[in-house]
């Protein structure tokens, strides 16, 4: 008996059985990525939004920052320019201010 969650999706996904979309979204949640580039780009993406002069920011406002900013590629990836103003605005509203 195969034991591979991949090959069990792969079978299903030939059957029919989920639909298209549920078998391609099991894939990529359970493929192994095959560099640690994306998990590179978040420590970058990290040390350019906390830098010195920002060492008060609260880590909920820092992974909004990075949470808003690959939101923002996904969507200029999709040329979606009629709706990149309304996520610049869910931007300014989802900021929490730092209190002392």
Known sequence: MDRCPLNWWRVREK?????????MLARRALAAPASSAPVERV???CALIATKNRNRLKA???SLALFL???WDTV???NLQGQIDEIY???EMVIVEDSE
């Open 15 to 23: 059957a029919g059985t989920f639909g298209p979309y549920l078998p």
């Open 43 to 45: 420590f970058s993406g």
């Open 60 to 62: 909920e406002n820092i």
């Open 69 to 71: 900013n690959n939101a």
């Open 76 to 78: 200029r990836a999709m």
């Open 89 to 91: 605005a869910l931007g």
